[in-house]
């Protein structure tokens, strides 16, 4: 309980005043704590950020690993479709938060851990690609497990954090239809115009 009150102070913390005026001091006052309890479970401001950082990164990733394992059977329109909803899903788990966090990774040391979660969604994402090889025209399969990845990746980062107007109303219909058709049209080439 006491993990998870400090946790949960320093996230708060982070989104009132930022990484630089949060303190650990401040960090315990918040939780509950003494400041030799707070220390006894973290040895400084960054192991907890580190820490908030992990419990999103968490969050986010088992919401990811269950979609994707969802969609193991769904045609590539279908699963492309879902898999965008998912970015923009997974970016929503508390926005603000996971902006402030996004500056703080490379500071408290969690490149690593991002990365590995990168991986582990390409390693999904190839496994389903390859299932369904007979429904794509990319010969290369790791390359197009890549960019669905970082394509999805960046453009739902990008809209969640710096153009949420673009993910209310229609405006989100139709972004989930352009890039849902990106990824259709890249992994399917002319079979795509063949349909129509």
């Given at each position: 309980?006491t993990?998870?009150?400090?946790?949960?102070?320093?996230?708060?913390?982070?989104?009132?005043?930022g990484?630089?005026?949060?303190?650990?001091?401040?960090?315990?006052?918040?939780?509950?704590?003494?400041?030799?309890?707070?220390?006894?479970?973290?040895?400084?401001?960054?192991?907890?950020?580190?820490?908030?950082?992990?419990?999103?990164?968490q969050?986010?990733?088992?919401?990811?690993?269950?979609?994707?394992v969802?969609?193991?059977?769904?045609?590539?329109?279908i699963?492309?479709?879902?898999?965008?909803?998912?970015?923009?899903?997974?970016?929503?788990?508390?926005?603000?938060?996971?902006?402030v966090?996004?500056?703080?990774?490379?500071?408290?040391?969690?490149?690593?851990?991002?990365?590995?979660?990168l991986?582990?969604?390409?390693?999904l994402?190839?496994g389903?690609?390859?299932?369904?090889?007979?429904?794509?025209?990319?010969?290369?399969?790791?390359?197009?497990?890549?960019?669905?990845?970082?394509?999805?990746e960046?453009?739902t980062?990008?809209?969640?954090?710096?153009?949420?107007?673009?993910?209310t109303?229609?405006?989100?219909?139709k972004?989930?239809?352009?890039?849902?058709?990106?990824?259709?049209?890249?992994?399917?080439?002319?079979?795509?115009?063949?349909?129509?």
């Amino acid at each position: 309980m006491t993990v998870d009150a400090l946790i949960e102070a320093t996230a708060r913390i982070l989104l009132s005043e930022g990484y630089d005026r949060a303190s650990t001091n401040k960090i315990a006052e918040v939780a509950g704590v003494s400041i030799g309890s707070l220390y006894q479970y973290f040895p400084s401001k960054e192991a907890l950020v580190a820490a908030v950082i992990d419990r999103h990164t968490q969050q986010v990733s088992q919401a990811t690993r269950s979609a994707i394992v969802r969609m193991a059977a769904s045609p590539i329109e279908i699963a492309a479709r879902e898999f965008v909803s998912l970015g923009i899903r997974g970016h929503r788990v508390n926005p603000r938060l996971h902006a402030v966090l996004s500056e703080q990774i490379p500071r408290v040391g969690r490149l690593e851990n991002m990365e590995a979660n990168l991986r582990e969604g390409y390693a999904l994402v190839r496994g389903y690609l390859e299932a369904h090889r007979d429904e794509i025209e990319v010969s290369d399969i790791d390359l197009a497990a890549f960019i669905c990845v970082t394509v999805v990746e960046a453009l739902t980062h990008a809209a969640v954090l710096h153009r949420p107007d673009i993910l209310t109303g229609e405006k989100a219909s139709k972004f989930v239809d352009d890039v849902t058709r990106l990824l259709v049209r890249y992994l399917q080439g002319s079979r795509v115009s063949a349909k129509r």
